[in-house]
């Protein structure tokens, strides 16, 4: 029986029966697990069974959430992280050798960015960023020591929707794994394997947690092309404790009723917002004006919650209307169930320089709005008397 995404949010990769017929799994804080004998030891060791050893590797939260994340992507497996960094990370240094190219779009999260230029790249990891859409650019840069290609979909803080079909396309006829990072749409709004992406990668900080709680990521993928940076996993211990999976397994329950409401203010909001006199331009992917709105409404199922939009003033003013909102409280980070809102120039853009501020679009009164789920007219009507203080 095919299930809807809903049902798989709330009983996907979870026993029938859980621990004394309980309805939630219980917490497991064991760091390690035991052995009745060393014939149990030797089957682990043989693959005749699987269990769980030492929570290193694994615990039975954390092979829940896995389970859970990897029914919601459509993919046969899916390691859980620390961080949506250490999941990225993670994929770089499992799969990339030094001499391999790796290829990136850009416009992208700038710790993503910086991850690649100051430590992939003394490693002998050859990074290139192509800029964010530019296929035949793409194209042209593969070689024969190109292993990756690594997108974020849709874009941050921008963003952009690329064309992910054309995307896996190239890739494929040319022997090129892809990594898309979904964090900004989730697997409500889009599931990247459908169209042949191989690798996914997510904050789970951020819209599958939803709660503002926990630092977590997700890496989703065939069980064959995990199996190294499981192993990597299991090395570094980059793993997610089993509290944070607690909560992430709750979390992700109320993922879709949670997006949802997040698309559903997101495009209320946007649209009031691309209105108003003071506001300049906003980047919405449900807006028509949006650059790549055809490719989101091709790819995406709702446009999310984040909302990034450039006011008509200096970055004074910028940051009297960012400090005129009381709902949104600022702070980076987006997702969760408080909306955040930030002036990206006083917050991750503050030391870049002025030319690189230019080219990755950071205008000074450019405003990162992360929507939560409160009442869409109390953010509105929020959002409009902080307006009228620039
Ligand atoms: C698109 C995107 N990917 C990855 C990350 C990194 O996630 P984390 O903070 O969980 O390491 C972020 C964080 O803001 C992000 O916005």
Same mark, same amino acid.
């Given at each position: 029986?095919?299930?809807?995404?809903?049902?798989?949010?709330?009983?996907?990769?979870?026993?029938?029966?859980?621990?004394?017929?309980?309805?939630?799994? #219980?917490?497991?804080?064991?760091?390690?697990?035991?052995?009745?004998?060393?014939?149990?030891?030797? *089957?682990?060791?043989?693959?005749?069974?699987?269990?769980?050893?030492?929570?290193?590797?694994?615990?039975?939260?954390?092979?829940?959430?896995?389970?859970?994340?990897?029914?919601?992507?459509?993919?046969?497996?899916?390691?859980?992280?620390?961080?949506?960094?250490?999941?990225?990370?993670?994929?770089?240094?499992?799969?990339?050798?030094?001499?391999? @190219?790796?290829?990136?779009?850009?416009?992208?999260?700038?710790?993503?960015? @910086?991850?690649?230029?100051?430590?992939?790249?003394?490693? /002998?990891?050859?990074?290139?960023?192509?800029?964010?859409?530019?296929?035949?650019?793409?194209?042209? *840069?593969?070689?024969?020591?190109?292993?990756?290609?690594?997108?974020?979909?849709?874009?941050?803080?921008?963003?952009?929707?690329?064309?992910?079909?054309?995307?896996?396309?190239?890739?494929?006829?040319?022997?090129?794994?892809?990594?898309?990072?979904?964090?900004?749409?989730?697997?409500?709004?889009?599931?990247?394997?459908?169209?042949?992406?191989?690798?996914?990668?997510?904050?789970?900080?951020?819209?599958?947690?939803?709660?503002?709680?926990?630092?977590?990521? *997700?890496?989703? /993928?065939?069980?064959?092309?995990?199996?190294?940076?499981?192993?990597?996993?299991?090395?570094?211990?980059?793993?997610?404790?089993?509290?944070?999976?607690?909560?992430?397994?709750? /979390?992700?329950?109320?993922?879709?009723?949670?997006?949802?409401?997040?698309?559903?203010?997101?495009?209320?909001?946007?649209?009031?917002?691309?209105?108003?006199?003071?506001?300049?331009?906003?980047?919405?992917?449900?807006?028509?004006?949006?650059?790549?709105?055809?490719? *989101?409404?091709?790819?995406?199922?709702?446009?999310?919650?984040?909302?990034?939009?450039?006011?008509?003033?200096?970055?004074?003013?910028?940051?009297?209307?960012?400090?005129?909102?009381?709902?949104?409280?600022?702070? #980076?980070?987006?997702?969760?169930?408080?909306?955040?809102?930030?002036? #990206?120039?006083?917050?991750?853009?503050?030391?870049?320089?002025?030319?690189?501020?230019?080219?990755?679009?950071?205008?000074?009164?450019?405003?990162?709005?992360?929507?939560?789920?409160?009442?869409?007219?109390?953010?509105?009507?929020?959002?409009?008397?902080?307006?009228?203080?620039?």
């Amino acid at each position: 029986m095919s299930l809807d995404l809903q049902t798989i949010a709330v009983h996907g990769g979870e026993a029938a029966v859980k621990s004394e017929f309980g309805i939630v799994d #219980p917490i497991h804080c064991s760091s390690t697990f035991t052995f009745p004998n060393s014939a149990a030891v030797i *089957a682990l060791n043989e693959g005749a069974i699987e269990r769980h050893e030492y929570a290193r590797y694994s615990s039975p939260n954390s092979h829940t959430v896995e389970l859970k994340l990897a029914a919601l992507e459509g993919t046969e497996d899916a390691l859980l992280t620390t961080t949506g960094m250490s999941a990225l990370t993670l994929l770089f240094w499992g799969l990339l050798r030094p001499g391999d @190219q790796l290829l990136f779009f850009d416009r992208c999260y700038h710790r993503t960015r @910086q991850f690649c230029y100051d430590y992939l790249a003394a490693y /002998g990891i050859r990074c290139r960023a192509i800029p964010t859409g530019d296929f035949e650019a793409l194209a042209d *840069a593969i070689d024969d020591k190109t292993r990756l290609i690594f997108t974020e979909l849709p874009t941050n803080p921008h963003l952009t929707v690329i064309d992910l079909e054309r995307l896996t396309s190239i890739a494929r006829s040319r022997g090129v794994k892809t990594c898309i990072d979904t964090t900004l749409a989730s697997p409500i709004n889009l599931q990247p394997v459908q169209w042949g992406a191989d690798f996914i990668v997510h904050s789970a900080t951020k819209y599958l947690g939803g709660h503002n709680d926990l630092l977590a990521g *997700a890496l989703c /993928g065939t069980r064959e092309d995990l199996a190294p940076i499981r192993q990597l996993q299991g090395i570094i211990g980059a793993i997610a404790a089993p509290h944070t999976a607690y909560l992430l397994q709750r /979390g992700l329950k109320t993922l879709p009723l949670r997006i949802a409401q997040q698309n559903r203010s997101g495009l209320a909001i946007a649209q009031f917002l691309a209105q108003h006199p003071k506001v300049k331009k906003v980047y919405y992917p449900g807006l028509e004006t949006h650059d790549t709105y055809a490719e *989101a409404r091709r790819y995406l199922r709702g446009g999310g919650g984040l909302i990034s939009f450039e006011l008509r003033t200096d970055r004074e003013g910028c940051s009297r209307f960012i400090d005129g909102v009381s709902i949104p409280k600022i702070g #980076p980070s987006l997702g969760g169930v408080e909306s955040l809102i930030e002036q #990206p120039l006083l917050m991750s853009f503050y030391k870049a320089s002025p030319a690189d501020r230019q080219r990755w679009g950071i205008d000074d009164a450019l405003v990162r709005l992360a929507l939560g789920i409160e009442d869409t007219e109390d953010l509105r009507l929020d959002i409009e008397q902080a307006l009228s203080l620039i």
